[in-house]
């Protein structure tokens, strides 16, 4: 086809002027595909973690992928200003801020037993006045069994691998991380009552205080209560939902306390492998006391849909060189986008109804 | 509207030109930080977040000076339905640039993600809602690919007036001297 540009001065014919259009538009297209993961699939995406959190028979719908089960509560924080030593945070400043969060078990079925929950999380968000927040979200485990992000989903794939049962074992071989985590949930006890866990960041984070001086740190929220554990064999005649049963009532009873404790690392500590323990020497500071002192179910309670995505952080906080809040970032992103899609697979409770 | 002119003005171009590299790179950065779970996520959110907001700031702006400026005019040896189709593609435009951050924004709101923009907290524009949430989050989804797409389309059409046609319009928004025939 014969255009009146063909007889222009450059005189290369049309057909070569279409070809690069369709190269320079084609080349963009493919950057953007790669950007997108499309010609990697290789590439360890956030959808893959959570895919591969989700049990045989596939995900529940409308819940959390992971830490499905839980339990609504508020309260407030009441900081001590001690830890205004080492961050500019306006929530670490004497004073009382308040905090919506959730407690929850690990595993990706929100009707398992709680007596089958080995690890327990804590979830929080904490409000500042100046409308900065600091959300987190940790567990009850000393340790973290996996050293990065890469090898945790590496870990879900050969625990779902029901083709070849030492799969597992074999990561174990490879991972003393995770034989030491085995030895763990093994021998620990089981509190009675989330207000006797003690939860723990296992992440390492970034304070800043108003000199700008920096320190690497993890937290601990520790029990004001004594730990009384539940006996092995009586764990699994228990009621499957005796911590939440039990926590309704002990916080109706009472205000139930733990204590924010931040450990400090010393230059050289292992801020980058969560698997890794600091040494018990570490210089401490209390920062204040959570105090939970309400107690709601989750269907209609203000913790479902809130994200504890483990980033937002207030001005004085940032992440570390640990790789897994950003993973976990990603991840509960996608946990949080595919559940609120799905609402109407966990109905809210009408109310006034009994649930 | 139009007016004789044989380019754009140059804040019009400066506009076009910031903001296309601005908007090519929040996509880029959109599909590429959901991709991926290593510590860029954390930093190209955050630019995300930021850029967006500059991006609506720039397409409020850019609306204004449109309609105060207007567009040089399209050469006559355009067909009609080619004409309707750069038209409607502008209009395209302004409603992806302007849309597109407000969809990101009300979606982080309606999750009850905080949204900051320099240590400030940004109000939250509507309501907190799972719901919401969702139709929000899918919406600038898919929206975004349906920008990447009208850009592509754009692009085509811009080295198709540069390189094929050769009738001055691709010309209306360069910085060159020379203004097309």
Sequence with gaps: MKTPQDQTATGRPTVVRFAAIALSVGAVACAFAYAAGWLTPSRLTPAKIVDSLAPASGPVKGFRRNHAKGICFAGNFEANGEAVAVSRAAIFKAGSYPVMGRFNLAGPIPTMADGTGRVRGLSLRIEASDKQEWRTAMINAPFFPIATPKEFYELQRASANKNDPAAVKQFAASHPSLREFGAWAGSAPYAESYAEDRFNSLNSFVLTNAQGQKQAVRWSFIPTATMVPVPSEDLKKRDPDFLFKELTQRVADAPQKWKLVFTLANPGDPTADPTKVWPANRRQIEAGTLVVTRIEAEANGPCRDINFDPTVLPEGMQTSDDPFPAARSAAYAVSYDRRTSESEHYPRVQAGAKP | ?181
């Design chain 2, 1 to 181: 509207m139009n007016r004789p002119s044989m380019k754009f003005s140059k804040l019009q171009r400066v506009l076009h030109w910031v903001m296309a590299i601005g908007i090519l790179a929040m996509l880029f950065i959109g599909v590429g930080m959901m991709s991926t779970i290593d510590r860029a996520y954390l930093v190209l959110v955050g630019i995300h977040k930021q850029l967006g907001i500059a991006i609506l700031v720039l397409a409020l702006l850019r609306l204004v000076v449109r309609w105060r400026s207007g567009a040089p005019s399209l050469p006559a040896s355009m067909s009609e339905p080619m004409k309707l189709a750069a038209r409607l593609s502008h209009v395209a435009f302004y409603a992806l640039m302007i849309a597109m951050p407000l969809l990101g924004w009300s979606m982080l709101s309606a999750a009850d993600y905080p949204v900051t923009l320099a240590g400030m907290r940004l109000p939250s524009i509507v309501p907190a809602s799972a719901e919401l949430h969702s139709i929000l989050w899918s919406a600038h989804r898919f929206l975004a690919f349906c920008l990447f797409a009208l850009f592509l389309l754009h692009f085509a059409a811009a080295l198709f007036h540069a390189w094929v046609r050769r009738d001055g319009v691709f010309e209306t928004m360069t910085f060159g001297r020379r203004g097309g025939r």
